[in-house]
């Protein structure tokens, strides 16, 4: 009987000398917690990262960790380290896959993704985060309203604007008093501006084009006209000087061999030219 309360004595006597020592851990890693939380609200995101991990590295329990890698998590994305923000997630669902973070934490590998232009991860990521709310608090309710929000987002940013819309339309049509619905007004009111753009763009390419054919058009009847009026020129030439003729008129505008008619057809041939010229100039501001 004495030997059992003897060991029971030593027992209690061990256990109180263990409890100073776990106290005096629990308060370190509370403090430098605590610490990190103070410069994190003063968006000092580099000392905060530092207590984070300070307090990651005094952490005796697997939820006392996680905490800690969360917000240094939290603080390299305000950073703007995504790497090391992603290499910290892997390492949180490693280490504690079922945590209370886990969910969050595919929101926030989401954004990484998004910040570094893959956008298509971004997208896969974003609606995973979607599909696993399942209450109708509101808190629940502005978290998917964020996640349709940033679908548009990625949608938007790789040029689909169309699909975009249908996301930004939906959070203002089914979340009301959600954060993002303003700022998705706004990215469908710019979605609509560029297709007026485009649709714009779009006409001055075919007027452009349009008007080169035109222009092709004109100096082709010019280069026509040209042609055949110095035909008839050396062809009058040649009548009033008694010559023979070198080479034969144009088939489509051959003339009578009486010279009066020669000279009424150049005449008749070099007043079309001017005319086109004059056309040309007007509607072209240039010379052929």
Same mark, same amino acid.
């Given at each position: 009987?004495?030997? &059992?309360? *003897?060991?029971?004595?030593?027992?209690?006597?061990?256990?109180?000398?263990?409890?100073?020592?776990?106290?005096?851990?629990?308060?370190?890693?509370?403090?430098?917690?605590?610490?990190?939380?103070?410069?994190?609200?003063?968006?000092?995101?580099?000392?905060?990262?530092?207590? $984070?991990?300070?307090?990651?590295?005094?952490?005796?329990?697997?939820?006392?960790?996680?905490?800690?890698?969360?917000?240094?998590?939290?603080?390299?994305?305000?950073?703007?380290?995504?790497?090391?923000?992603?290499? @910290?997630? @892997?390492?949180?669902?490693?280490?504690?896959?079922?945590?209370? $973070?886990?969910?969050?934490?595919?929101? =926030?590998?989401?954004?990484?993704?998004?910040?570094?232009?893959? $956008?298509?991860?971004?997208?896969?990521?974003?609606?995973?985060?979607?599909?696993?709310?399942?209450?109708?608090?509101?808190?629940?309710?502005?978290?998917?309203?964020?996640?349709?929000?940033?679908?548009?987002?990625?949608?938007?940013?790789?040029?689909?604007?169309?699909?975009?819309?249908?996301?930004?339309?939906?959070?203002?049509?089914?979340?009301?008093?959600?954060?993002?619905?303003?700022?998705?007004? *706004?990215?469908? @009111?710019?979605?609509?501006?560029?297709?007026?753009?485009?649709?714009?763009?779009?006409?001055?390419?075919?007027? =452009?084009?349009?008007?080169?054919?035109?222009?092709?058009?004109?100096?082709? &009847?010019?280069?026509? *006209?040209?042609?055949?009026?110095?035909?008839?020129?050396?062809?009058?030439?040649?009548?009033?000087?008694?010559?023979?003729?070198?080479?034969?008129?144009?088939?489509?505008?051959?003339?009578?061999?009486?010279? @009066?008619?020669?000279?009424?057809?150049?005449?008749?041939?070099?007043?079309?030219?001017?005319?086109?010229?004059?056309?040309?100039?007007?509607?072209?501001?240039?010379?052929?």
């Amino acid at each position: 009987m004495k030997m &059992k309360s *003897y060991s029971l004595i030593l027992g209690l006597l061990l256990l109180a000398q263990g409890l100073p020592a776990q106290q005096d851990e629990n308060s370190q890693y509370l403090q430098k917690f605590q610490e990190g939380s103070r410069f994190y609200s003063e968006m000092r995101m580099y000392e905060a990262a530092a207590q $984070f991990r300070n307090a990651q590295e005094t952490a005796k329990t697997s939820n006392d960790w996680a905490q800690a890698t969360y917000w240094v998590i939290l603080s390299e994305l305000a950073l703007g380290d995504y790497g090391s923000a992603l290499r @910290d997630m @892997d390492e949180l669902d490693r280490i504690t896959p079922k945590s209370s $973070f886990a969910r969050d934490m595919i929101y =926030h590998r989401a954004r990484a993704y998004y910040n570094q232009g893959y $956008f298509e991860d971004a997208l896969i990521f974003f609606k995973r985060y979607n599909d696993g709310i399942t209450s109708d608090d509101n808190e629940s309710l502005d978290r998917k309203a964020a996640a349709f929000f940033w679908m548009g987002e990625c949608l938007f940013s790789m040029g689909q604007f169309n699909e975009a819309e249908k996301f930004y339309s939906w959070v203002v049509a089914r979340y009301p008093n959600s954060p993002k619905i303003e700022v998705s007004g *706004y990215r469908i @009111d710019l979605i609509k501006q560029k297709k007026i753009e485009a649709e714009i763009l779009a006409l001055l390419r075919w007027s =452009h084009e349009e008007s080169l054919r035109n222009s092709e058009d004109y100096q082709r &009847k010019i280069r026509t *006209y040209e042609n055949t009026l110095n035909a008839y020129q050396r062809r009058i030439a040649e009548l009033t000087q008694g010559g023979s003729p070198r080479e034969e008129l144009p088939a489509a505008a051959e003339p009578a061999d009486d010279g @009066d008619a020669l000279r009424k057809r150049a005449i008749q041939l070099e007043n079309e030219v001017k005319q086109i010229l004059e056309q040309y100039n007007q509607k072209y501001g240039g010379s052929k």
